[in-house]
Structures are given as C-alpha cells and as structure tokens.
C-alpha cells in the first residue's frame, strides 16, 4: 500500500492510500530455467543498495564459457551519480576513487548489452541481476532485456538442504571453493565453480540431469511411486524386506528399472540415505569416481552412518547386479 499526503483548502493535512505498485515493469524478461547449456555466460554486477529505482550499478562482470572452459570475458566499474557510501566501501572494496575515472551507466550498460549477446545467463540469486540491468537498460536506452537465466542457488537449495544457509559464500565454502569477495569478477569464477559442481551433484542424486529438470515439476518419480508388478517374492532372496538407495548413473538400465527389480524381489526403494538403509548402489560412474575422492552426498551420508556403527553397504552397480542374481 502507497500513502499520499495532500493539504486540503483549510490547511490541514490529509493522507490518501493506493494498492498501485510503484514496482518497474518487466514485461519482456527472460525464463528462469533449470538447464545445463554447454554455452552460457555467468554475470554479476555490485551496487550501492538493493532498489534499483534508488540506487546504482557500481560493477559489472560477465564470464562467457564454452564447454567448461572460459572463452572470453568482460568486466568494468561504474562511475555512479552520488559518492558511494562508507558500508559499500566496506563491503566491496570499491571506493570513489577507484570509480572516479570509470564510464558513466549509460555506457558501460550498452557495453555489457553488447557482450552478453542472446546467451543464456547464469548468476547466483541472479533474478536481482537481471531485474537490476532490466529496469537500467530501460531507464538508458529503452532496450528490454530478454536474456533466459539459470539461477544457481535454485539448485543449492535443492541438492544441498542440510546447509545452514544457500548463501554463495556457504556454497562456496562446502566445495571448498575460494570465498568470493564482493567484486564482481570474482563472484562470477566462484558462482561458475559452484554450478559446475552442483551439476554433478545432481547427477550423482539423480541419475541424470533431465530427473532432476523433472524433478522440480508434479512429474516426479518418487521411490514410493515403484510398485511390485508380483505378490510372487522368495523370502530367501538377499534384497527381500531390505531399503536400498541409488545414486549415480547406471550403465546398463535405468534407475526406474532397477528400482523396479527391487521392489519385485520384495525389496524397498528410498529416495535419500538413512539410518534404516541397507544398500546404497552407485552407478559405475561415482564407483569409479570414488577412486579420486568424488563422492555424491548421498555417498558421503553413508559412510557418516556406517562410522556411527549403521549395517549400510556401498555397492557399486556391478555387485547390486550379481545381488540381484543371487550370485
């Protein structure tokens, strides 16, 4: 709700309410996806404050990769209209002088136009990014920015729940990545190291990046939703009344299959690894990748349950088979 005060014809003051958002307008912004595009570029601008009717872009970064690699980059501070406040100082290590020689928004909006193209985007928390360059694009020059994003914390939150915040530092700090430090730059190399490897976290969770694209819709595939196709079970089977969990890619079938033999051997699936677990199988992929220390953090809860005297077994997916075969 907005508030105007008037001064009626008696001089007394009066006060008027209006549920009309005063919020900028976005009508051509881009989709927000869940995707893994081999071309994309990472951004991050820094600024003096959160209102982007209020306050300015002080920096901009944008780092283009091409299958994994840094192809090209841009990066500049922004000379703002009013001296930048002590805290932002602080916080950013930005100061008046340094920006005392840089161009103008107008300018250095137009150059970061130019060089972030038609490429998908990709930040962290970067809906504020985008909104923030959406409504400086319009006050500039009148261009709507329609770039498709993909915003990186989404995936934090949803692969990584046990930690105390989705923060980028935090992220950062969980795959042992440098702290960014508030520089634009800096924060886009950081943002990068976290997306990549939060793409292969969910692949070890999921399998392969499309369950886990699904995974966000009411399309899901739960292990609940796996049903034996038989009342017809040997109860001397060595899966019959155990909970296994997968986690990686199997090479031979596919999870919902596998999963479908379990339960058909009178066995049970789950979703996530716990304390009544029996099995957790790794496709071959993290079996292998185990070797170098790369472990899903499906992998990692397990063996946590296993050193606090839990009877968890880490198969790899040639073994569940031979399981599977009673062999």
Known sequence: MFISIGIDENGKPFVTTSDKSEKP????????????PDTYTVIDIETTGLDSRYCEIIELSALRYSNGSLVD????????TEPID????????????????????????????????????????????INFIYDVLQDTHSIDFTN?????????????????????????????????????????????TCYQALLSDAISQYGDFDSFKASYSSRQL????????????DISHPLYGKLCVFTGTLEKMQRKDAMQLVVNLGGQCGDNVTA???????????????IKDGKSNKQK?????ILKGKD??????????DLVLNQ
């Open 25 to 36: 307008s976005r009508p051509n912004k881009g989709h927000s996806l869940i995707a893994a």
């Open 73 to 80: 980059s841009f990066t500049t501070l922004v000379k703002p």
């Open 86 to 129: 002590s805290f932002i100082t602080e916080l950013t290590g930005i100061t008046n002088d340094l920006v005392a020689d840089a161009p103008a928004i107008s300018d250095a909006i137009k150059s970061f136009y130019d060089f972030v193209g038609s490429d998908i985007l990709v930040g962290y928390n970067v809906n504020f990014d």
């Open 148 to 192: 498709s994003f993909v915003d990186v914390m989404r995936f934090a939150r949803k692969l990584l729940p046990e930690l105390k915040n989705h923060k980028l530092e935090t992220v950062a700090a969980h795959y042992k990545v440098s702290s960014p430090a508030h520089r634009s730059y800096a924060d886009c190399e950081a943002c990068n």
């Open 222 to 233: 739960h292990a609940k939703d796996i049903t034996a196709t038989t009342d017809n079970f």
């Open 276 to 290: 009544k677990t029996n099995y957790l199988i790794l496709g071959n992929n993290d079996f292998c990748s185990l």
């Open 301 to 305: 809860k397990a063996e946590s349950l």
């Open 312 to 321: 968890i077994q880490i198969l790899s997916e040639n073994v569940f088979y």
